[in-house]
């Protein structure tokens, strides 16, 4: 499954697929509705494919867990986020049977499966194999751009007259 250009938004609902780089910042087109949207370099950003959850052994990256759930519900939608957190934890036992319960919260949960299966139903799941690796087009999203520099108008010089 390949996240690598799939953002997630603090502030914002849903994900969001990286489409174009600005001198201020990114246009990110929601994976919900269509809608494009302009995100400067302060906000908060995560990309999907640098997501990693704690196991006791170290950390799992989220494509490959995301690619467990696929394979599991053959490709179709998993159980709903809403679920209570006791399914919820069952559920993700299955999935990822080491993942620590101390670290991983109810929440993280929710939000894998509230992201799978909105990856799954625009037809994003996929065999390809888990990309962690980030591009240099986003990884210049997160650098700061200089400012441009901005001339001074040169000043005529007036002639004064005696």
Do not use: C
């Not at 799939?6 to 910042?25: M, N």
């Amino acid at each position: 499954m390949n996240l690598e250009k799939i953002l997630a938004i603090s502030g914002k609902p849903g994900l969001y697929v990286l489409q174009v780089q600005t001198r201020t910042g990114f246009v990110a087109e929601s994976l919900v509705d269509g809608k494009k949207i302009t995100v400067n370099l302060k906000s908060n950003v995560s990309l999907l494919s640098e997501i990693s959850i704690y196991t006791y052994e170290g950390e799992k990256p989220l494509a490959e867990i995301m690619q467990k759930i696929a394979d599991k519900e053959s490709k179709g939608q998993a159980i709903s986020h809403k679920e209570d957190n006791a399914k919820l934890t069952a559920y993700f036992k299955e999935i990822l049977p080491d993942y620590d319960e101390e670290r991983v919260y109810p929440s993280d949960i929710k939000k894998v499966l509230n992201w799978y299966n909105m990856l799954q139903a625009k037809g994003l799941v996929t065999d390809e194999a888990p990309v962690a690796v980030v591009t240099e087009e986003v990884a210049a999203v997160a650098e700061e751009t200089p400012e441009a520099e901005v001339k001074a108008p040169a000043k005529k010089a007036k002639a004064k007259k005696e």
